[in-house]
């Protein structure tokens, strides 16, 4: 129903003498994206996850004489769509290296006083029935205190199990930077694409395609690229770009391509269309918007 990052663990506790059996009743943790160098910030990525000793198949978490004891268990975050793409950024922000994530636990322990059951057979007034196991005498620790944990996720593990495992490889994972209202592209512009976007997320992939179409329509409508006028030159000549500009000629054939995508003609041939073809189509879309309004209005904010 969501994506969510599932993070393994192994909790080791050391051999302790029974008279001082240690207890971990919980594990609650926080995954955060790490800042580099570490700083003790960080966004907080989904709910606090939650591993519990109690009621648990194998019994409590507790120390014994004889070896060390190992448990393992799994916290599992949660996450809305818009923090996988703030993962997806967050990675990027670091290229070729590592990506790091931060483990904030919190631990539940308690200094296991005494622990008993009935015999097997026992008396039948034993206030603790064989069958349900041990009770157990617990006094809870005040203060528990463990150090943050740093995740160092590889490149390949990153793009090959976990962001497939998100699901971030099947949805859509787009920030454009939208142009002003009453910038070079103009407002029916961006109406078109927050129509094509919300007819994609919605499965509606025939209208999102059509969306893209009227996007394109509308951009060439306000830069007065009708008639055989290329978009291209129009913006070649905003920025007074020469006539046989390699610019023009790029930009040139990226709108053919968006024309390509967004064809009515293209998408009438008795096939149904994919998501493939929607999500396509809002990308370049997209991508082009965004691209025409870099040149024409460039972002001067820090």
């Known amino acids: 129903m969501s994506p969510a990052l599932a993070v393994p663990l192994t909790l080791q506790l050391d051999p302790r003498e029974e008279q001082d059996t240690i207890a971990v009743t919980e594990v609650e943790a926080d995954l ?43 916290l599992r975050f949660a996450l809305a769509r818009e923090q996988v793409r703030l993962l997806e950024d967050h990675a990027h922000r670091f290229g070729a290296d590592p990506v790091p994530l931060e483990l904030r636990l919190r631990f539940a322990a308690a200094w296991l006083r005494q622990s008993t059951n009935a015999p097997s057979p026992g008396p039948a007034d034993h206030p603790v029935p064989a069958f349900l196991g041990f009770a157990v005498d617990l006094w809870q620790l ?22 497939p495992a998100l699901g971030a490889d099947r ?36 209208r999102a ?12 409508t306000k830069l007065g690229a009708v008639n055989g006028v290329r978009v291209a030159d129009r913006v070649g000549e905003r920025l007074g770009w ?11 054939n990226l709108w053919k391509t968006l024309s390509d995508v967004s064809s009515a003609a293209n998408h009438n041939r008795g096939r149904q ?8 189509a809002v990308l370049i879309a997209g991508s082009t918007i965004e691209y025409i309004t870099e040149l024409t209005e460039p972002d001067t904010t820090t």
């Not at 989904?46 to 109690?54: E, F, H, L, M, V």
């Not at 150090?147 to 090959?160: F, M, Q, V, Y």
């Not at 269309?273 to 396509?280: G, I, P, Q, Y």
């Open 32 to 74: 955060l994206l790490s800042t580099q160098p570490p700083s003790g910030l960080g966004i907080q990525l989904g709910t606090p996850a939650r591993g519990s000793a109690t009621g648990m198949v194998g019994g409590l978490w507790r120390t014994i004489a004889a070896a060390p004891y190992e448990r393992q268990f799994t």
């Open 209 to 220: 395609v059509q969306a893209c179409r009227d996007l394109r329509e509308a951009v060439e």
């Open 171 to 206: 949805i859509r994972l787009l920030a454009v930077r939208l142009p002003r209202a009453a910038g070079t592209v103009g407002s029916e512009a961006i109406a078109a694409f927050d129509l094509a976007r919300s007819a994609y997320d919605a499965g509606e992939y025939r």
């Open 242 to 252: 020469p006539e046989d500009s390699p610019a023009r000629e790029f930009l040139d």
């Open 142 to 163: 005040s203060e528990t205190r463990v150090e943050p944990l740093r995740i160092e996720l590889a490149r390949d593990d990153w793009a090959a199990r976990i962001l």
């Open 273 to 280: 269309l994919a998501v493939a073809d929607a999500r396509l």
